[in-house]
């Protein structure tokens, strides 16, 4: 019976339940779940802003954003003497660097909280090849978008809410895909390092869409409506799902690995057609739909502005290797970045492949290698950009190949390589000689940089620079960029900035000895720019044999040990870190780099987070940059 207020109109029961309009009440949870994402990511911003304002300080932020050309000077090496006011400045200005030996109480407390966080945050969960700090970001991710899709929600009738917030995940899938995102600079993170946002919010975008469709389904078969199932509206629905399904499935990890140009070219054509699709299924995908867009295009545009398109010559040491020389580069890249490049032979046109940055800019890099038939445009040029791309499928291998055939007598080369030295400062005038082919000319198309390490190694006192196999163009390119930098700094008083660098482990994991012939010539001219006492700078080298095979193989380098095991990265880290401790440079700071398999660069993450909070605020702080070679 019908309940009426004595002064006027009449009141609903106390049990009365309004009736619920999903195209009201559902957008307002698919914009509370923007706002929420949107608000963590700021919160992260706002984390890096430290490390933000000090690469705007320095300069360095806004290094490695386009490759550039400059055609009026011409390369100066790093041998060059200055003169004596310069060398007491920068001399000066090095000692001061280094700092005393006393922590301020803030800087101790600051690096004992980061380091008790990273004891948790790095380490990395078998099976899923992510670390504790990456699954609390996906479980608070999870966990939000799973309460807008039940609170309050008649998902049994009505699961029109699970669709919404399906709709609202785009834009976060899209944001964190872009190679050329606005996010990479203000969270100090290369697009790689974000993507696995990417693939796992598409993971949880097909959940909840599964929820909608599988909901909506089960409505109508339990109320005998199965006929709605072949309307205009559901059948649209379904061809909008089956095209997402084929989004996900074909972008899974053995997808991608064993055929990634059939997955990107797959993957640009379905996520296109499912865009027009959800847009006939509902008119609501139209907003959620603008942000992707936009996002790819300003990708795009970005991408289009920065492409090169060069002269390169080949070099093959052996036929596991190949090196990519391209001279007329003058800089617009930092240290550890990569770069995606097209070599324009035997109808590869299309195919795309990242590769590292084995050198710095030639107005830093300690070395200088180029084809001595090229000898002129070496010396207006300088070093240029060198890549290298390991003998691991057809296109590399089709690479080396076409970098070893058919080449005169005259294109071979004879590199000099520098004895073992009996002093640290001793005059070198023997010469090992090896054969390497070098100098086939071929057109490519550079896309990049892009990535690069969230930390400058310059600003700790302690580096260690891991690396297997060809993970060491990213580890290679890191210890030019140190060096170069530090005779910038302190003895020829070219760099501003505040350089630490005193101590340098490289080491690097390969199957063979032959190996080390790869990167040779930058081994040398590194060990040799590092030589000079007036640097306060010790480099050493540290080689891990797996393969028992051909020692005699072995090269000369000084300060330089091999050893025939497959190293302990654990072991390795420990051992730097007792040879800190028991110098004076252990309260200046300890940044680590791993690069390579997977297996090599959790167990870095896992070998830093077991440094402890304790240690980590007796080295002055670890940090830690990872680069893993996986698709």
């Known amino acids: 019976m019908q309940v009426r207020d004595l002064d006027g109109a009449p009141t609903p029961p106390a049990d009365f339940e309004p009736l619920y309009n999903s195209y009201v009440t559902d957008p307002l949870f698919a914009r509370r779940f923007t706002w929420v994402w949107v608000a963590g990511t700021l919160a992260c911003v706002v984390l890096y802003s430290p490390k933000l304002l000090a690469g705007l300080k320095s300069g360095r932020i806004w290094q490695g954003w386009a490759i550039y050309e ?57 099976g899923l090849n992510l670390d504790i700090g990456q699954i609390i970001v996906l479980t608070a ?49 290369g697009y790689e390092k974000l993507n696995f946002l990417h693939r796992w919010a598409g993971r949880t975008l097909l959940l909840t869409a599964t929820i909608h469709g599988s909901l909506w389904i089960n409505f109508y078969i339990r109320h005998n409506q199965a006929y709605q199932l072949t309307q ?48 006939y299924h509902t008119p609501y995908a ?29 070099e093959a040491p052996d036929n596991l290797i190949t090196l990519i020389h391209i001279p007329d580069v003058s800089g617009g890249w930092i240290a550890g970045q990569h770069v995606r490049i097209r070599i324009f032979f035997g109808g590869r046109v299309f195919e795309q492949h990242p590769l590292s940055i084995l050198n710095a800019p030639p107005t830093i890099s300690t070395f200088a290698n180029y084809p001595q038939s090229e000898k002129a445009d070496f010396e207006r040029y300088g070093a240029g950009m060198i890549l290298a791309a390991r003998n ?20 071979g080369s004879t590199i000099a390589l520098l ?99 790869w990167f040779m010539r930058q081994f040398q001219a590194i060990s040799k720019a590092a030589s000079d006492p007036s640097l306060d700078l010790e480099v050493q080298f540290r080689f891990f044999v797996t393969c028992f095979c051909h020692p005699e193989d072995l090269p000369p380098l000084r300060n330089s040990e091999v050893t ?25 700071g300890l940044a680590v780099a791993a690069s390579g398999p997977e297996r090599l660069t959790s167990e870095a993450r896992n070998a830093v987070a077991d440094v402890g909070p304790f240690m980590a605020s007796r080295l002055g702080g670890v940090e830690l940059h990872t680069e893993a070679y996986c698709l």
Not at 160 to 177: K, T
Not at 286 to 312: E, G, H, N, Q, S
Not at 461 to 472: D, P, R, Y
């Open 392 to 411: 691991c499928g057809d296109w590399s291998g089709a690479l080396n190949r076409l970098a070893r055939s058919d080449l005169p007598e005259d294109k």
């Open 286 to 314: 139209v907003p959620w739909v603008i942000p992707p867009v936009a996002f790819y295009t300003f990708d795009f545009l970005v991408r289009l502005i920065r492409m090169r398109f060069k002269d390169a010559y080949l």
């Open 419 to 517: 004895p073992v030295s009996g002093g640290e400062h001793e005059e070198h005038d023997g010469m090992h000689e090896f054969e390497s082919t070098e100098g086939r000319r071929v057109g490519v198309m550079i896309d990049g940089p892009f990535g690069g390490p969230s930390i400058d190694f310059a600003q700790s006192e302690n580096v260690l620079l891991i690396s297997g196999g060809s993970g060491a163009t990213f580890t290679l390119g890191i210890l030019d960029d140190l060096v170069g930098r530090v005779v910038l700094d302190r003895r020829l008083g070219r760099a501003s900035g505040n350089i630490k660098t005193r101590k340098v482990l490289f080491v690097w994991c390969i199957k063979s000895y032959g190996a080390i012939f």
């Open 141 to 189: 991710y999870l966990v939000t978008l799973l309460v807008c899709v039940i609170y309050q929600a008649p998902l049994k009738s009505n699961s029109n809410r699970a669709g919404f917030l399906s709709l609202a995940q785009l834009p976060f899938v899209f944001m964190y895909a872009a190679k050329s995102s606005p996010l990479t600079l203000l969270l100090g993170r």
């Open 564 to 588: 025939q095991t497959k190293p302990v990265v654990a072991d390795v880290l420990k051992g730097f870190i007792g040879d800190v401790v028991a110098s004076s440079s252990s309260k200046g």
């Open 232 to 279: 205009d509206k559901e059948r649209r629905g379904q061809a909008t799902y089956a095209l997402l399904c084929l989004i996900v499935l074909g972008s899974l990890k053995p997808v991608r690995r064993y055929a990634y140009n059939f997955f990107y070219a797959f993957h640009t054509v379905v996520t296109t057609a499912f865009f027009v699709s959800v847009c």
């Open 70 to 126: 400059r055609f009026n000077h011409g390369y100066r090496p790093l041998d060059h003497e200055p003169n004596d006011e310069k060398r007491s400045i920068s001399q000066g200005r090095a000692r001061g660097a280094l700092g005393p030996d006393h922590i301020p109480v803030a800087h101790r407390l600051t690096t004992l909280a980061k380091g008790a966080a990273d004891f948790v945050q790095l380490r990395v969960v078998k």
